[in-house]
């Protein structure tokens, strides 16, 4: 419970618990799992189109559709000021990802989100957002350049949060008569 001698730092933690877990409640492509009291780590799984490389022995090149994504983003002693680690553990082919590594560029500012941030990772995956410019995969970048005119992208366009609301009908007067 949360009272006037509580730690700043644990606010912070606790509130990015609870704007996760409402995430998790409004998305059905992202599952969060917290980890810890208070949370101080985070279990995620993305549930959308992207593409890893599988090549065989004598290939550069085998692009495999996967729908299955998962990281862990860990809050560090320097967090808020320095952003979580994500340690990213399923295979992705993407410019700003390499091997378990994510760039966050611009992604992060201590007064940023984490919830945000795992939407801007998922339209990374979806390939929504990706910088050619300076990647860490160069191979990826490379293929995103080539296919840049064959609207290709995104590999998929649903929206992290889901849509939910009530269409009504609204009626006018025919004012004419």
């Known amino acids: 419970m949360l009272n006037k001698n509580t730690s700043g730092k644990i606010r912070r933690f606790l509130h990015e618990a609870r704007e996760l877990?409402?995430?998790?409640?409004?998305?059905?492509?992202?599952?969060?799992?917290?980890?810890?009291?208070p949370p101080?780590?985070?279990?995620v799984t993305v549930n959308c189109r992207g593409v890893c490389n599988?090549?065989?022995?004598?290939?550069e090149f085998n692009l495999v559709e996967v729908t299955t994504h998962r990281f862990r983003m860990s809050l560090g002693h320097l967090f808020p000021s320095a952003p979580p680690?994500?340690?990213?553990?399923?295979?992705?082919f993407h410019p700003?990802?390499?091997?378990?590594?994510?760039?966050?560029?611009?992604?992060?500012a201590g007064t940023d989100s984490l919830s945000d941030l795992v939407v801007n990772i998922v339209?990374?995956?979806?390939?929504?957002?990706?910088n050619v410019a300076d990647p860490l995969n160069r191979k990826a970048a490379d293929w995103v350049r080539a296919k840049l005119d064959q609207d290709l992208f995104p590999l998929d366009n649903r929206p992290v949060v889901d849509l939910d609301?009530?269409?009504?009908?609204?009626?006018?007067?025919?004012?004419d008569n």
């Not at 409402?22 to 009291?37: K, M, Q, T, Y």
């Not at 101080?40 to 279990?43: I, V």
């Not at 599988?54 to 290939?59: R, Y």
């Open 21 to 37: 877990a409402s995430l998790n409640e409004r998305s059905s492509i992202v599952d969060i799992e917290p980890e810890g009291d």
């Open 40 to 43: 101080t780590a985070f279990q």
């Open 54 to 59: 599988n090549p065989a022995e004598d290939e």
């Open 85 to 92: 680690e994500i340690q990213w553990e399923t295979s992705i």
């Open 96 to 108: 700003n990802f390499n091997g378990n590594e994510v760039c966050l560029g611009d992604l992060w």
């Open 123 to 130: 339209h990374m995956v979806q390939y929504k957002e990706f």
């Open 165 to 175: 609301f009530d269409m009504a009908v609204v009626r006018r007067k025919n004012t």
